[in-house]
């Protein structure tokens, strides 16, 4: 059966979630975590559902953007766009006009990623299948198809994507069971935001140490005897075995993250995540260098702008773990490159999660990835965050501190339209009340 795109919306959909500093850390220090959310319609009734994650304010300028990009998927047929996802990858990136506004990066890249996570979701629930399914069921042959290589051959060639999945398809099944049984494994960014205070730290680390999370992210940055106490408290409740990682949100400059973190090195973090500028590749190497001699590791992506940039970090040796985001990168498509590029460069992934929608949606390229490409779950984890799940109508659903496999066709990112309805800005019951 054909699909045809016969219709398009988009609307600027938020929750005030600044109100209880959800979120909040040493630079964004009120979010309101915020969607520019896409419905598709085929002439066939089969919809598809996709967003790209924001933080309040400017979800209305992504909004904008996914309108610019709209005539280029209306009228189309699903199946012309999957069978040359390439070319269709390139004509929203690479239109000839509005490349101008990019390429590929900032407001319209991530509007790309609203427009192409809609695709992938109607062609996930048009072959019937999760997301994560539809991929590791594909031909190596037909995922490489979906990669535009252009910018990274230099790292990673066509004929290398293609071996590394080719070589990962042994004992795919029985990695796939093992998912199906017990889930990604997963760690918590949901007790220690910035803003909240060492008594809510204390109950929420309490509460989630007993639902089985060993794995702690704590946001650091504002201030060092501040950032002293709540990692030793963390520490503390946690003990010597489990796993602490601390997050700057690009508080710092270079020699400041170097001096900072190692003075917090005595509460033995995995790793420091966006120490610095997203986009200073050579500051992050230097802070690697620096802080490998501790035992720290530098992680980022969750502002990283695409697949060249993940591309220089990985050969510049700047970050020892790669955090892959499926809101700021170009969906799928482009997830896959820096999947691809980590592994050949033995780097593990980690993703950004958190927000709204991110894991519901993360989950589906980090099984992928473990099924058909790493095969591999050493310091390996995916961020999770308790927040706005209920918005969702297939949640992502947490086991143990696992994320287990979604079973729903799609990929996890439509929304409750009554949720939508009142959430939508401004105009949306929630909105109207606080404006009022
Ligand atoms: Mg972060």
Known sequence: MLHRIVDFSVRDVRFPTSAEQHGSDAMHTDPDYSAAYVVITTDSKVQGFGLTFTLGKGTDIVVCAVKALSGLVIGKFLQDIVGDFRGFYRLLSSDSQMRWLGPEKGVIHLATAAVLNAVWDLWARTEGKPLWKLLVDMDPKQIVSCIDFRYITDALTEEEALDILMKAQEDKQHREEQMLKKGYPAYTTSCAWLGYTDEQLKQLCTDAFKSGWTKFKVKVGADIEDDKRRCGLIRHMIGPQNTLMIDANQRWDVSEAISWVSELSEFRPLWIEEPTSPDDILGHAAISKALGTL??????????????????????????????????????????????????????????????????????????????????????????????????????????????????????????????????????????????
């Open 295 to 436: 035992g720290i590791g530098v992680a980022s992506g969750e502002q990283c702008q695409n697949r060249v940039m993940f591309k220089q970090f990985l050969q510049a040796a700047a970050l020892q773990f790669v955090q892959i985001d499926s809101c700021r990168l170009g969906s799928v498509n482009e997830n896959l490159a820096v999947i691809l590029m980590a592994h050949k460069f033995r780097v593990p992934v980690c993703p950004h999660a958190g927000g709204v929608g991110l894991c519901e949606l993360v989950q589906h390229l980090i099984l992928f990835d473990y099924i058909s490409v790493s095969a591999d779950l050493h310091n390996r984890m995916c961020e999770y965050v308790d927040h706005l799940h209920e918005h969702f109508t297939c949640p992502a659903i947490i086991e143990k501190a696992h994320y287990m496999p979604p079973k729903n066709p799609g990929y996890s990112c439509e929304m409750l339209e009554s949720s939508v309805v009142k959430h939508q800005y401004p105009d949306g019951e929630v909105w109207r009340k606080k404006i009022a």
